[in-house]
């Protein structure tokens, strides 16, 4: 299958997707993967840039497009409206781009993508991150506490990291792969990875991601692993 998989800046449910994307891409299928301008920070920010590439050498059909290489007009979701995906995927999605799709905004790479796949009639799946009113648990990229950190030559996680990315009392995220080998080795505790933080969900938020069902063409899954289950469906059609 032809997939076209859109990510926006949200930490939440973001490594889940990646594994779910990779594995898709590892299967044979053609992967064009689509960032926003957040997204590609927060990437970078939970060590993933290394994986997303990974992904794209799988295949020489396989790509990357950011949004800040994109005209104004977004070029490559007018292509979708001659059928060169066989489907799309948006996860995670975020609050923000939630908000702006159901009130039919689109001045987004991601926004515009999905106002497209539904002039071009292409399924599109949709992984929402704001659910329902409350609290939620997630983990927020790693970092150094600066209250803890020694900066000495012996630092184990500088030592052993095989990116060169800990550069004490800093990550270079730039570096980081997320393989997590510094996990628990600061003598001093200083070095957080992992960490869950909650965060209260807004009843606006969560209002939108209902109104996505409204939309003709959207399909919205709440877990990951739904994403495969809805894929498998539209091949058999
Ligand atoms: C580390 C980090 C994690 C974030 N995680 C989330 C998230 O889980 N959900 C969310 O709605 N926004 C999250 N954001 C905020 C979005 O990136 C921000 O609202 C951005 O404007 C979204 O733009 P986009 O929808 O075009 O990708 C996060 C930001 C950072 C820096």
Redesign the pocket.
């Known amino acids: 299958m032809k997939i076209l998989w859109a990510i926006?800046?949200?930490?939440?449910f973001l490594a889940e997707s990646l594994s779910i994307l990779e594995n898709l891409a590892l299967d044979d299928n053609i992967v064009t993967i689509t960032t926003?301008?957040?997204?590609d920070?927060?990437i970078q920010?939970?060590g993933f840039n290394e994986k997303i590439e990974n992904i794209v050498s799988l295949n020489y059909e396989n790509k990357h497009i950011k949004d800040e290489d994109q005209e104004f007009s977004y070029p490559l979701s007018g292509k979708l409206t001659h059928q060169k995906y066989d489907v799309i995927i948006i996860a995670?999605l975020?609050?923000?781009?939630t908000a702006k799709i159901v009130h039919g905004i689109a001045d987004?790479l991601?926004t515009n993508i999905a106002a497209q796949s539904g002039k071009g009639q292409i399924p599109l799946i949709v992984l929402p991150?704001?659910q329902t009113p409350g609290l939620i648990t997630?983990t927020?990229?790693p970092y150094i506490r600066k209250d803890r950190c020694v900066v000495h030559e012996n630092c184990i996680p500088m030592r052993l990291c095989p990116n060169d990315a800990i550069n004490p009392p800093y990550i270079d995220k730039s570096k980081c792969v997320s393989c997590h080998i510094c996990k628990d080795i600061c003598i001093n505790d200083a070095l957080v990875v992992d960490e869950k933080i909650e965060l209260y969900i807004r009843k606006i938020d969560a209002q939108n991601t209902q109104k996505l069902s409204t939309i003709e063409n959207i399909k919205t899954v709440y877990q990951p692993d739904k994403i495969v289950e809805y894929i498998k469906k539209i091949e058999k059609e």
């Open positions: 926006t800046g949200a930490g939440h926003s301008k957040a997204a920070e927060v920010l939970y995670p975020t609050a923000n781009s987004t991601i991150v704001d997630t927020i990229p």
